[in-house]
T-cell receptor, first 112, second 115 residues
Framework: GQQLNQSPQSMFIQEGEDVSMNCTSS?????WLWYKQDPGEGPVLLIA?????ELTSNGRLTAQFGITRKDSFLNISASIPSDVGIYFC????????????FGTGTRLKVLA | GAVVSQHPSRVICKSGTSVKIECRSL??????MFWYRQFPKKSLMLMAT?????????EQGVEKDKFLINHASLTLSTLTVTSAHPEDSSFYIC???????????FGQGTRLTVV
């Protein structure tokens, strides 16, 4: 199926460091969502972006909707051990039946 | 708010039997629910989009007769894996979008093991 490309695929960082990950697509999306998934659990919504250029924060998380509507990034500031998990971006397709296409995921590991 | 409950969280079944997974939106109404399958260390692959009161829209390559989806009410969708085989073993996750909303909220997932 169709997927969005996320980078990096995985990363190890030290506790307290800032993290940046991005998501790119060849298609335009009207809405971008960022999720975090812990092992054996369903994804949890972190941030939703609705407008091109929009910059939104949720605590230590900041995400931006790219101007071209084909990309988005997520930043995590001052990472802590509980930030460990897999982060997925999702773009909403609205042509025909609307649905969400998920990125390939970024696996984050935080070293204490 | 926006809680989606999936049941069961884990199920083991014998080859050839059918398994039903339920997805409920607990505190909102959802006209649309989505079913995903996730393999270990992989992303979520959309299987089908379920709209209340109408037939589900399946993604290419997903067998409709194998994965039966019913969306009988604005708060409940079910996925039935029919005549299950070991290759159907996977993590199945549902999500739901509120009426008029553009966000999707996920259930906790169901780990299916077919033996």
């Amino acid at each position: 199926g169709q997927q969005l490309n996320q980078s990096p695929q995985s990363m190890f960082i030290q506790e307290g460091e800032d993290v940046s990950m991005n998501c790119t697509s060849s298609s335009i999306f009207n809405t971008w969502l960022w999720y975090k998934q812990d092992p054996g659990e369903g994804p949890v919504l972190l941030i939703a972006l609705y407008k091109a250029g929009e910059l939104t924060s949720n605590g230590r998380l900041t995400a931006q909707f790219g101007i071209t509507r084909k990309d988005s990034f997520l930043n995590i500031s001052a990472s802590i051990p509980s930030d460990v998990g897999i982060y997925f971006c999702a773009g909403q397709v609205t042509s025909g039946t609307y649905k969400y296409i998920f990125g390939t995921g970024t696996r984050l590991k935080v070293l204490a | 708010g926006a809680v989606v409950s999936q049941h069961p969280s884990r199920v083991i079944c014998k080859s050839g039997t059918s398994v039903k997974i339920e997805c409920r939106s607990l505190d909102f109404q959802a006209t649309t629910m989505f079913w995903y399958r996730q393999f270990p260390k992989k992303s979520l692959m959309l299987m089908a989009t379920s709209n209340e009161g109408s037939k589900a829209t399946y993604e290419q390559g997903v067998e409709k007769d194998k994965f039966l989806i019913n969306h009988a009410s604005l708060t409940l969708s079910t996925l039935t894996v029919t005549s299950a085989h070991p290759e159907d073993s996977s993590f199945y996750i549902c999500s739901a979008s509120p009426l008029g909303g553009t966000e999707a909220f996920f259930g906790q997932g169901t780990r299916l093991t077919v033996v």
